[in-house]
Each structure stands twice: as structure tokens, then as C-alpha cells.
């Protein structure tokens, strides 16, 4: 216990001596509840450091409602995001008043929990609610098989697309269906009863003389409830699984004037881009902590990245004049079809919608597959909060850090902007329930110290493929840079050999053959 610490606790055993005292000298006497009014312990104080301001508001409510049902005090303090959890170990060790708890991102857990500065859950405590939250955010605060913390929201990116244009093109669709379905109808019956005489010249045949065209489930003329629900159908039917899906789309859409890209998103953010590679790029295992487990170089991550790498050809994004915001701005005047995104995008639509900027509808779904055989996941990042493991409040901190991240989240997005990283919220909005169900499947953030830079070494990998680098070759260097700062030693990777692309070299070299011998063939014959 500090001087001041020690200094307050004196005077307040000496003011309630004098208290008692007084009374004393007076004549009356102590009553039961006047003894515990004068010797009843103050609340206990938790301090709960955050550093992000949007959460000042929310949190501020969360500690006066808690306050109200139980015996503790919780004073959230705003810090500086700078060198945070250092300031937290000083002020755990210096301070009067150090934090008890606090929020943190899951891929500094590790660093936490090393400094002493993270005490792991009870199993029992968790275990009672663990099944309330996805797959991704068990694993984010897992380290070492123990749970580090509560997950209490959580970023990843999606795919983002505008509503209206695909259900303009499916209508165009479903009518050029409808249309072929008539002529063919005619032409049969054209066939099987030949050309109708009309009963005078001029004069059309009357209703009972026209043939039945039977055009399937298309809805009548003037039927639009029956046309919304095909074009709903349809809708669901463009909408992309995969990159050649969209591909193929591009190629199949007539864009109207406005639309300068079919898909553009960030390609120089690696939180943009990581889904390409993500399902393939083993980073410490599931969880991010097993310095063990570790695949970045490999077939099928190459694979993905040839993919990416060949979409620069088709959509032309330059890395230089790109950026997440302009992208955005861009989606919202009606610019782009398709883009990736993060659920901020979700509160920056219905503003523009409600201003009028925005003058079409979308959605959000999940982000697509390579192909068929590639998949792809995106990737996470989940903000949690941490039991300071110097607390001398251990059970009040996990008590309240278990009320705000399990019991205050209805209203968490609506005043933050934060989607909770957990199930069962009703945001009244269904593409945030779409963020959901990529965050369910999304890769964590690893935690490991010794790959802290691995994010922005990739990010560099990304963005010179794009711009025409051999993908297998910077894959390979990126591995052999990771590997070495993992094991401390060099690391050199066994080269990948790419066969297919050999096959199909060797059928190209074998055609210019077959086209020179035809040519000289020519020669003789003319001389």
C-alpha cells in the first residue's frame, strides 16, 4: 500500500473514532443501524482503462447501471493508445489507482498475458457462456488453452454490393426469359397449327383464336408482388460465391452510364485483402499461438495469389491513387457493383441514405471463393476485455467484464458503432447480421510476439504482386523472413515447383514449333 493510501485510511479510522466520540460524550446511545452507517466500507473502486472515445458515452452508462445493482464503484478511464500496454504495466506497479481492467485487441494477448498484466478465466465461469460466441472469437482470446479475456466486439471485412443494380439486372433477366418463353411458345404453335387465318382481312382473330402461351412461374403484366419475389430469387442466384462468378458477370453486364467499376475495393490494406490467401496462410495455428504451427508458404496460397495478382489486368486498380475511404464515397455515387468492406460501411450507408447522397439499396454478403477449389476466409480482429492480472480486485473486475461484454450489448452498436463479438444481438439492420456471419468463419489475428510484423511485411508482399512481382518467388521470401524471426536461426524455403505453368510452357513452345515448320513448309512449296 502507497504513503497516500496508507495516510487516507488512517484519517478515516481517526474521523470515525471522533465520530463515535462525539456520540459517546453526548449520552446517546450506538443504535445497530447508526453503527453501520458510520463503519460501513465504502464501495469497492474498479478503474477500466480503453483508449478508442467512441466508447466513452457507452461505457460511462454501463458503470452507472451496474453501479446500481451492485456493491462497486467502475471509473473507465480514457488513455492514450501509444505504448498502452506499457503504461498499464507502470501504472499497475506505480500508480494508486491502477487499472483492474481494460480493453485490448486480441493480437496483443500474448504480450499481456507474458507481462502479467492478463489473468486467464475460471473454467467454470467460462464454460457457462463460451457457446454464446462464435468459433472466431473463442480462438481470439485463447492463449496457451487458457481464455485470456471476454470478447466484446470485433472488426473483419465482407463483401459489399449494390442491391439495385442486381435487381435491375435480374428484372432485365427474368424479362428476356419471359420474352424468349412467349416466342418459342409461338413458334411451337406456329409449327403444330400453322400460320391464323384471320376472319376478314385486317380484323385480329378473336381471344378464343389466339394460342396459350405458357410462359412457366412469369408473373402477369401488372403483377409486381409475384415479379419483386422472382426478382428476389434471381437476385440470390447472381450474387457471386466466387471471383469468376463476378468475372463472369462483368463480362455479362450491361452497366449503366455511371458505374466506373464492377468490383474495387483497398488493395494496398492487407484487412481488404487477406481473405484471398487467408484460408491457406497458417499464422500459429488456430488460435495464433503456436510459434509450431506455422504454413505461409505453400501450393495453394501461391495459387490464390496468381489469382489476385491476374484481377489487376482485369480491373486496373492503381495502388497509388486507391484508398479505403475513396472506395467508399465512390460505392455510395452509384461508381462501383461490387467492393469489400468492414462493418463501418454498414452506419456510413444509412447516413447517406437518409441525406439522400445514396440513392440506391445494398447489401452486405459473404466474401467470395477463388473458385470451386479455392476458398477463402477474411480476416478478424477482436477487441476484448482483460482482468488485470496486479488487480486487488480480481472478482469485481470479472464481474463487470462479464456484464458489459454478456449483458450491456444491445445498445453497443447503435451508441459505438462496435458490433459485439457475440450471438443473439438484434441490430435491426440484417448486413450486420451478415459481418456476423463472416466474423463466425473469419482467421484471428494471431498473438505471437515474434510475428508482430507479419502484417505489414504481407500488406508490402500484396501490394508489389499486384503490381506484377512473381507470387510464388515474394511468397517464398516473406515465409523465409517470418520462419527466421520465428525459429532465430536462417530459414530457407524448399522451392515450390509449379508444374502446371511448366506443362503449359512447354505446350506453347511446342505450338510456335508447329507454326515455324508450317511456315518454312510454305517456303518450299512457293519456291
Same mark, same amino acid.
Given at each position: ?175 428476356? !426469359?419471359?420474352?424468349? &418463353?412467349?416466342? @418459342? =411458345?409461338? $413458334?411451337? *404453335? /406456329? ?5 391464323? %387465318? ?18 412457366? !412461374?412469369?408473373?402477369? &403484366?401488372?403483377? @409486381? =408482388?409475384? $415479379?419483386? *419475389? /422472382? ?5 440470390? %442466384? ?18 449503366? !452510364?455511371?458505374?466506373? &467499376? ?38 495453394? &496460397? ?226
Amino acid at each position: 500500500m502507497g504513503l497516500k493510501r496508507r495516510l487516507f485510511t488512517a484519517a478515516a479510522v481517526v474521523c470515525a473514532a471522533a465520530a463515535v466520540a462525539v456520540i459517546g460524550l453526548s449520552g446517546k446511545t450506538i443504535s445497530q443501524e447508526q453503527e453501520e452507517t458510520i463503519f460501513r466500507k465504502s464501495k469497492d473502486t474498479i478503474y477500466f482503462w480503453y483508449t478508442d472515445e467512441a466508447l466513452t458515452d457507452y461505457l460511462g452508462s454501463a458503470a452507472v447501471a451496474y453501479g446500481e445493482t451492485h456493491d462497486v464503484r467502475v471509473i473507465p478511464v480514457l488513455a492514450s493508445g501509444l505504448e498502452y500496454l506499457e503504461e498499464i504495466n507502470k501504472a499497475s506497479i506505480q500508480s494508486e489507482n491502477p487499472p483492474d481492467l481494460y480493453i485490448i485487441s486480441n493480437d496483443s494477448l500474448e504480450k499481456a498475458f507474458l507481462a502479467g498484466l492478463a489473468s486467464p478465466l475460471g473454467e467454470e465461469a467460462w464454460g457457462e457462456i463460451r457457446e454464446e460466441y462464435p468459433d472466431a472469437a473463442r480462438l481470439a482470446v485463447t492463449y496457451k488453452n487458457k481464455t485470456i479475456g471476454y470478447p466484446f466486439y470485433f472488426e473483419t471485412s465482407s463483401l459489399l454490393y449494390n442491391r439495385t443494380y442486381l435487381e435491375d439486372f435480374a428484372r432485365s433477366l427474368i424479362e428476356a !426469359e419471359r420474352d424468349a &418463353a412467349e416466342g @418459342e =411458345a409461338a $413458334m411451337a *404453335e /406456329l409449327e403444330e397449327n400453322g400460320p391464323q %387465318e384471320e376472319s376478314q382481312e385486317g380484323e385480329a382473330p378473336e381471344d378464343g383464336d389466339m394460342p396459350e402461351i405458357d410462359t412457366g !412461374e412469369m408473373p402477369e &403484366a401488372g403483377d @409486381e =408482388a409475384g $415479379m419483386d *419475389e /422472382l426478382v428476389a430469387e434471381k437476385v440470390k %442466384e447472381i450474387l457471386p460465391s466466387t471471383i469468376d462468378d463476378i468475372l463472369e458477370f462483368a463480362n455479362e453486364y450491361n452497366a449503366p !452510364e455511371q458505374v466506373e &467499376a464492377i468490383f474495387k475495393w483497398d488493395v494496398t490494406d492487407i484487412f481488404y485483402n487477406y481473405f484471398f490467401a487467408g484460408n491457406y496462410m497458417i499464422v500459429g495455428g488456430a488460435a495464433g499461438d503456436n510459434t509450431a504451427n506455422m504454413n505461409i508458404y505453400n501450393k495453394d &496460397a501461391i495459387e490464390c495469389l496468381k489469382v489476385y495478382q491476374e484481377l489487376n489486368q482485369f480491373f486496373s486498380i492503381d495502388t497509388k491513387e486507391i484508398s479505403y475511404d475513396q472506395v467508399l464515397d465512390d460505392f455510395i455515387a452509384g461508381k462501383i457493383v461490387y467492393t469489400v468492406a468492414t462493418t463501418d460501411a454498414v452506419a456510413k450507408l444509412e447516413e447517406a441514405k437518409e441525406n439522400g447522397s445514396f440513392a440506391y439499396d445494398y447489401s452486405v454478403a459473404l466474401v467470395p471463393d477463388i473458385n470451386e477449389e479455392l476458398l477463402t476466409r477474411s480476416l478478424s480482429v477482436t477487441n476484448c476485455v482483460v482482468v488485470n492480472a496486479y488487480s486487488d480486485h480480481q472478482e469485481a473486475a470479472e464481474d463487470f467484464a462479464r456484464f458489459l461484454t454478456c449483458e450491456y450489448t444491445d445498445t453497443l452498436y447503435a451508441r459505438t458503432g462496435k458490433v459485439a463479438a457475440r450471438y443473439g444481438v438484434d441490430y435491426g439492420n440484417n448486413n450486420l447480421q451478415e459481418f456476423v456471419n463472416e466474423y463466425e468463419i473469419s482467421v484471428p489475428v494471431p498473438k505471437m510476439v515474434e510475428t508482430s510484423n507479419f502484417w505489414v511485411e504481407l500488406e508490402v508482399a500484396f501490394a508489389q504482386i499486384w503490381d506484377g512481382a512473381d507470387a510464388n518467388d515474394r511468397l517464398r521470401q516473406l515465409s523465409e523472413k517470418i520462419m527466421t524471426q520465428v525459429t532465430g536461426e536462417p530459414y530457407t524455403e524448399t522451392i515450390i515447383e509449379e508444374e502446371e505453368e511448366a506443362a503449359e510452357e512447354i505446350e506453347y513452345l511446342d505450338e510456335e514449333e508447329l507454326r515455324r515448320e508450317a511456315q518454312e513448309g510454305e517456303g518450299e512449296e512457293t519456291q
